[in-house]
């Protein structure tokens, strides 16, 4: 038989994923794949349980129903400081997964080259093959995951078609600087490059850091694909309510590729969470203060663990350092950690382009309860992880 497509020969079946696998088998505490394990605000949960009998239950307009794109545009309008259309500059996806690859997809044409930080989320690279494009890998530098000015502007002399910014960063919590942003968003200029953003995380930030959204930039809003989602923001993961916002002539283009991808995002799920994107600037606040306690509750508890590891400025992720333990693979400590200690995490080199081993992610969007189970299963972890490593 004919050999099947060479797109997918390139990457592997999700790590993050498999890891939520391997923990479910040994039923370890899941701190891999992001989602949390308490309920969504009440007031959407509410409006679901409303629309359930009634409706819509048919699709949608294929770029996202016209209240939610209405109630999307004032809050991002809000959020960015610039006015966000509703019909000519948003489009509605399954998600910020599918949200990314419309956007690469509309950019990019195969052979183009696209700039991506390293350490980057593991769709990154996939979306770039899955369009043809090639990743040029820009390091940021541990323990701040800072980028070398450098270095970067070394990837655009490649005459890239687009760099992708994630920000706040998955997995290493880093907030770009205002300044920071400056220097890409001259050196996109320099070299008329596109910035596709995924900033699934802009309202976890921890003070005194401070999420700038890129299109706010000056001059940037013409080339910029900003995209997002209700994941995180509302804790309804399992929705699958993305979107892409962007000037009119990027949103032609990623209004097709959406069409052909997915037709459109579930409309009874669009009606509900409408809800949420008219909540007043105090739910954002609160937001924040709940996961900086829980952030501050997990790394004082590595810290009384004696686990090293690095200190988030956003998003809800932490890297832990496993070098002392002995292992050669990080994907094999990880597996052996679920089955040992009863906690899930994901190994670090599925994230970096360099050869890292010595790093773990674990997140902490988890209740306090199972944080606090978490730890206490930590408690073991040099005793069995480096016997097991002999």
């Known amino acids: 038989m004919q050999e099947l497509s060479v797109r997918t020969q390139g990457f592997t079946d999700s790590v993050i994923r498999l890891m939520t696998r391997i923990s479910d088998q040994y039923g370890a505490v899941n701190l891999s794949q992001g989602f949390p394990d308490f309920d969504p605000p009440k007031p959407i949960l509410d409006r679901l349980a409303q629309i359930a009998p009634e409706g819509p239950h048919q699709y949608s307009i294929t770029w996202g129903a016209e209240n939610f794109r209405e109630a999307l545009a004032k809050k991002a309008s809000r959020f960015m400081g610039i006015p966000v259309d509703p019909n000519r500059e948003v489009v509605v996806t399954c998600g910020s997964t599918e949200a990314m690859m419309a956007a690469m997809m509309t950019v990019a044409n195969p052979g ?164 949420g994107l008219e909540f007043p600037d105090s739910y954002y606040l609160e937001l924040q203060k709940t996961y900086a306690q829980k952030r501050d509750l997990f790394l004082k508890g590595l810290d009384t663990l004696g686990i090293r590891h690095t200190i988030p400025q956003g998003a809800y992720y932490v890297l832990l350092d496993i070098g002392e333990y002995g292992y050669q693979s990080d994907t094999e400590f990880c597996e052996d950690l679920a089955r040992l200690v009863g906690v899930g995490a994901v190994p670090g080199s599925s994230f970096f382009r360099e050869p890292v081993r010595n790093l773990i992610r674990m997140h902490f969007a988890k209740r306090e309860e199972t944080l606090y189970e978490a730890l206490n299963r930590l408690e073991s972890m040099r005793q069995k992880m480096t016997r097991a490593a002999r």
Not at 116 to 136: H, K, M, Q, R, T
Not at 176 to 196: G, H, N, P, T
């Open 112 to 275: 183009d080259k696209v700039i991506v930080f390293s350490p980057f989320y593991e769709n990154y690279a996939a979306d770039a093959i899955l369009s043809g494009a090639e990743p040029i890998y820009v390091p940021l530098h541990p323990p701040a995951f800072d980028f070398d000015p450098e270095e970067l502007e070394d990837a655009f002399r490649k005459r890239p078609k687009a760099l992708i910014l994630c920000n706040p960063s998955n997995p290493c919590g880093k907030v770009f600087s205002y300044e920071e942003l400056l220097q890409i968003a001259r050196l996109a200029e320099k070299y008329d490059a596109y910035v596709i953003t995924d900033e699934v995380y802009e309202h976890i930030v921890y003070a005194p850091h401070v999420h700038t959204y890129f299109a706010s930039l000056p001059g940037m809003y013409e080339r910029t694909i900003s995209c997002s989602s209700l994941s995180k923001t509302y804790s309804i993961t399992g929705w699958r309510l993305g979107y892409i916002i962007a000037p009119e002539r990027i949103i032609e283009g990623a209004r097709k590729v959406h069409d052909f991808l997915t037709v459109g995002a579930a409309a009874p799920l669009q009606e509900a969470a409408v809800v």
